[in-house]
């Protein structure tokens, strides 16, 4: 693999598949110079053609670089971007407790954008892919507040909402919203195709909720064996949480418990009506500025804080503090949960100060 001359404003790409691709276009549009390195050369050969990438290898100084292999390859590809550059190395993989467990480099910092698309490799590549999705962090013991923050600063760039957690919380969350809906999907369609035979009008009438609901089964089967097998715990639990669901649905449904059915599919109707939307007006919004603490993991603490919270930073970029070398962390949430957010953030030793925008 070559390595490049010394410059600034470059990154590099690990992996050239569609999140790859995705986050060379988007690199690009912030005016990075971006490197590209896959296993498969002709995957470099056309990112290279189609300008995805400006240099075929990795960039020795370059100030990040994104290993976005799949998740069976990650933890080696980790370890040799980290051998072979000199800046911040972070992953894309969609399983964090195994690769935070082998890497104790300070310069890694894990992550996990909560992005895609129904498209495969380049041709799917899009440079707006993480703007207004979730991007997870789990920050290691090791990882250091710098790294951290050259992260999570160019996350923002992207127009991502940065969220911070455990590896372990990750993965046990991820196989509830993701790992676990994929395999449910699959499994309602295969019940359907089996039934196809005995029925051939059946997925002929096959409605929109139903598309909707197993469109995720279109997914590349391949990706999913090395996801199960990594997160094979946390999958576990989710799927036996899902049998027990089912299990006591089937049990309402059969005992015609209308007022036990009405209550579950209510719960479940607010829930989903719940779930978190955009920022909103400016009018709505509120600068908090948080000077670092000196003490490891305080930056990607804020975050923490903020997912435990349920508070959403839109927003984020550290500024030198004029008292001297410590940065400052500049956040922007929404007004309403601006007090919340203070109140966590004096009870963990940090000394925020809050601004409306308006």
Known sequence: MSLSPSS?????????????????????????????????????????????????????????????????????????????TTGVVTDVG??????????????????????????????GADASMFAG???????????????????????????AEIVAMDAQQHDDLVAVVSHVPHLAAATLMRIADDRSEEHMALLRLAAGGFRDMTRIASGRPGIWLDICEQNKASIVRGLDALILGLTDMRDVVSRSDRDGLLSRLNQARQARMNLPTGAGAVEDLAEVRIP???????????????????????????????????????????????????????????????????
């Open 292 to 358: 670092i603490p000196d003490r490891p993991g305080a930056a990607a603490d804020v975050f923490t804080l903020s997912g435990e919270l349920g508070v959403n930073i839109y927003d984020f970029e550290v500024v030198h503090s004029a008292e001297g070398d410590r940065g400052i962390m500049v956040t922007v949430v929404r007004l309403e949960h601006a007090e919340m957010f203070r109140g966590g953030l004096l009870a963990r030793g940090f000394r925020p100060a809050i601004q409306p925008l308006s």
């Open 133 to 159: 999705a979730v991007w997870v962090l789990t920050p290691t013991a090791h990882s250091s507040d710098a790294a951290f923050a050259t992260v999570a600063g160019l996350v923002a760039k992207f127009g």
């Open 8 to 84: 600034s404003k470059r990154a590099n790409i690990f992996g050239l598949g569609l999140i790859g691709g995705s986050l060379a276009l988007a690199l690009a549009d912030a005016g990075y110079e971006v490197g590209g390195h896959d296993s498969d050369a002709e995957k470099i050969s056309t990112a290279l053609s189609r300008g995805v990438i400006s240099f075929p290898g990795l960039y020795a100084d370059a100030e990040v670089t994104f290993v976005a292999t799949p998740v069976g390859f990650i933890a080696e590809s980790v370890i040799e971007a980290l051998t072979l």
């Open 94 to 123: 969609s399983v964090k407790t195994s690769i935070s467990s082998a890497v104790t480099d300070e310069r890694f910092v894990p992550g996990h954008p909560m992005a895609g698309s129904e498209l495969d490799g380049l041709d």
